[in-house]
């Protein structure tokens, strides 16, 4: 029997990247809505509440009307919008994050979806702070550039306009980005990092980088150490793999894909790290961790629609 999957704002680019890696699975059944019933609210109750598990690709507001409108206690969410990402009741949607987090997922009523930004500053830093290499009260700070497929249909029009587009944009200069709030909760740090973020003129693909100076760092952490403690997290985790040494690191590395990954690079002598994670804006950090998270919670193949 299949898994009935309703996506609400399916006509996104995320909800249309989720339809893709659903498309001929036997597994799923996937609804949607057409253009003119998509603002009926009677039909996407209906909708909303005739599914096993609803796929949320709204704005904030629009995703907590949704999870309104579900009075059917049967039903199970995943909220791709930043909305609940640190809301008490749900559950944070990266199964690698913590040992038993895929284990609470197969049984989660309320899966929210990590941001894009947020999954490679925390695949780097969380097992790091959770080993004591680095202090929980450690001041970060995170830089990160993304495709532009990351700001949806208007970046995209924008970029791809008539217009010349920039090479690189950085922005988000007043440090109050919506990411900080879920970056820092879920990393467990307790202060804001610094959050950096950048658009380049490439449709998909991500690099996060969070630099230290481990020289100060209490202890004194290593880049082996550092990969050492990165290695024991992921173990297991195919979707999340380590980088071999690199002279250079691309922004596509990993576009194209549902996978993650971790550089440790830096100069021991000098005790100075690039922690690097290269991811697809798309993929990790936002269709493939929603099929992902579908995939466990319906007791599916974890790794169905994916591309590791």
Known sequence: MSVRVFIDGAVGTTGLEIRERLAGRDDVTVTTLSDDLRKDAAARSDALNAADVVVLCLPDDAAREAVALVTNPAVRII?????????????????????????????AARVTNPGCYPTGFLALVRPLVRSGLIPADWLMTVNATSGYSGGGKAMIAEFEG????????????????????????HAGLAHAPIFAPAVANTYRGMVVEVPLHLHAVPGRPTLAAIRDCWTDAYAGHPLVRLGAEAAAIAIADDAGTDRLTLHACGNDAAGQARLVATLDNLGKGAAGAAVQNLNIMAGLDPLAGLTA
């Not at 909305?83 to 197969?106: K, N, Q, V």
């Open 79 to 107: 909220d791709a919008s930043s909305a609940h990402r640190t809301a008490a009741g749900w559950t944070y949607g990266f199964p690698e994050i913590e040992a038993d987090r895929a284990e609470t997922l197969r049984t």
């Open 162 to 185: 008539a217009s010349p587009a920039p090479a690189f944009r950085a922005y988000a200069l007043g440090l109050a980005h919506k990411h900080v709030p879920e970056m820092q909760a």
